[in-house]
T-cell receptor, first 112, second 114 residues
């Protein structure tokens, strides 16, 4: 199985930059996902990393280091609507499983 | 709206009753997942279908839970003899054949067991 660790809560100011970290332990790493989830809504896909490095998509970027078991989600030019829970999910391909395991999520509060 | 629909959106039931939820995935998606989520937690995997075949099932899943996807399209999740601990959001997600890794989640069914 996987152990996924991410901070429970973070706060940031509108217009600023915030980095949400995720560390994990797997026996057969096969991809890492970031999802955004607003309160009472379903998760929506943000990014997928399977190779080391930075993936940039508009205001959001995701970084992966497989050797360190570490990823971060970087949010730039924060907006109030970015207040949400950010879920890190890791897929362990050992045994042929394609099922991502989710962390508990990081609740981000953006204030004016 | 991701294109994945779930019905009902809310369900209140008494302990001991059976409930059934339905998920309609995006039509060309052959992979379908059920998750359960409680407040302050991430989604917890329940079961996975590829077409009509149930390929994975969580070891944490009680035998009171059963899921089907008879024609490889919609899926149902049934909980028998519900318990208060079953109260949660039940999420369905679908994804296309391997090559695209995105899971598209439905709006969920919120279950409250009294």
């Amino acid at each position: 199985g996987q152990n996924i660790d991410q901070p429970t809560e973070m706060t940031a100011t509108e217009g600023a930059i915030v980095q949400i970290n995720c560390t994990y332990q797997t026996s057969g790493f096969n991809g890492l996902f970031w999802y955004q989830q607003h309160a009472g809504e379903a998760p929506t896909f943000l990014s997928y990393n399977v190779l080391d490095g930075l993936e940039e998509k508009g205001r959001f970027s995701s970084f992966l280091s497989r050797s360190k078991g570490y990823s971060y989600l970087l949010l730039k030019e924060l907006q109030m609507k970015d207040s949400a829970s950010y879920l890190c999910a890791v897929r362990d391909g050992e045994g042929g499983s394609y099922i991502p395991t989710f962390g508990r999520g990081t609740s981000l509060i953006v204030h004016p | 709206d991701t294109g994945v629909s779930q019905d009902p959106r809310h369900k209140i039931t008494k302990r001991g009753q059976n409930v059934t939820f339905r998920c309609d995935p995006i039509s060309e998606h052959n992979r379908l997942y059920w998750y359960r989520q409680t407040l302050g937690q991430g989604p917890e995997f329940l079961t996975y279908f590829q077409n009509e075949a149930q390929l994975e099932k969580s070891r944490l899943l009680s035998d009171r839970f059963s899921a089907e996807r008879p024609k490889g399209s919609f899926s149902t999740l049934e909980i028998q003899r519900t318990e208060q601990g079953d109260s949660a959001m039940y999420l369905c997600a679908s994804s296309p054949p391997p090559g695209s890794e995105t899971q598209y989640f439905g709006p969920g069914t919120r279950l409250l067991v009294l």
